[in-house]
């Protein structure tokens, strides 16, 4: 016999408002790009990643850059 699993109500109920609180602070637009890259990440969950391992490989060599003291080319 399987042991019953219960969720804790409290825990659910403070989750629950918390995503109340976020989106009454985001716009239409904002809210649209969350759900779009939701998606996104559910259906083609390498290309996310991949995406995402890249964005943090540009933000490590900014902070090396700057760390360095050089100056960022214009483009």
Known sequence: M???HHK???????????GLKRRERLNAQERSAISRLAARARWHPREVQ????QAQ????????????????PLV
Do not use: H
């Open 8 to 18: 804790n109500t409290y825990a659910t109920e403070l989750g629950r408002l918390g």
């Open 50 to 53: 991949a995406a995402r391992e």
């Open 2 to 4: 399987e042991p019953e």
């Open 57 to 72: 490989e540009q933000a490590y060599l900014i902070q090396q850059i700057l760390k360095n003291g050089k100056q960022l």
